[in-house]
DNA sequence: TCGCCTATTGAAAAACTTTTACAATAAGGA
DNA sequence: TCCTTATTGTAAAAGTTTTTCAATAGGCGA
């Protein structure tokens, strides 16, 4: 669904820094932090305010529109979330971050988890951190 | 290895900031912070300041003496690190850690992923959430 | 379209976390 | 025990995220 949509429906409004945000999570190829985020809206001549950013990226988050994931150096990214599965491996050289589907194959690590420790899962954290196809080549040919 | 011969066999020392916060470490059972190690030393009684338990953490981390993971609400607890594998599922009510070996599901899941993603695998981020035995009983009783 | 209500913003400050600088201290080999 | 220098503690800085509150603007109803 429109994100626009989904937001006034949940009762929230369509505001500046909405836009603006959301906007720039879609243009770009990589993930986000929220001062990145930021700091482009500025270059860009929008004055959205950090403070605005932050509090944008985590209604974002809580409405599933957007999704979290960490950087190679441990800082957190985000990105506009797809419908289905939100898993995803980052590139560490150009930071990429592209979803993989690994449904069952969590699915049977689960129930190993669960039998193995006795703990009921609830949740997890789950990313993969690699080199892309692109970044690969770039190496070869350096090399 | 003991962790103080290695530590010496590294070129370190073994001062008593370091001796305190391995001590808590191994006395807990549940991840600590940064934060949370430095008080509990100060309410032992203990000086070490916060910026040596900082330093120690990483150099410990460097080392692998130690492993990190998510806490529930986000921040990153610290734990002895045992010798094989270290991947955790954390209790989300006590806050306890246990280690799982789930190295073979997650070989599948990394060829698998390395197919449909065409990423060369070089690390990843997997821990589960959940609530562990104990305090699913606990939950059962107070129900 | 206009006006009103209030959700949302921006600026400033506060709270919190982590790092840096540097003189004083102490670990451990000679 | 002495000497060298790795390590510490204090203080300050840097960085990140949250809170406060008056001003603004989104969007519904008239």
Redesign the interface.
């Known amino acids: 669904m429109d994100w626009q949509k989904l937001l006034t429906q949940a009762g929230y409004r369509i505001s500046k820094p909405r836009k603006q945000v959301m906007q720039l999570l879609e243009s770009t190829q990589t993930p986000q932090t929220a001062l990145a985020i930021y700091e482009k809206l500025k270059a860009q001549g929008e004055r959205a305010s950090l403070v605005s950013v932050y509090r944008t990226l985590e209604l974002f988050a809580s409405l599933g529109l957007i999704s979290m994931v ?1 950087e190679p150096e441990g800082s957190l990214g985000y990105l506009p979330a797809s419908a289905g599965h939100h898993h995803y ?1 980052v ?2 050289v150009c930071h990429r971050a ?1 979803e ?3 449904t069952e ?2 699915d ?3 129930h ?3 039998s ?18 692109k970044c ?1 080549n770039k190496s070869k040919e350096s090399a």
């Open positions: 960490y491996i590139c560490q592209v993989f589907n690994g194959d969590l049977g690590l689960v190993q988890v669960e193995q420790t006795l703990f009921a899962v609830k949740d997890h954290l789950l990313q993969f951190f690699g080199v892309c196809p690969q």
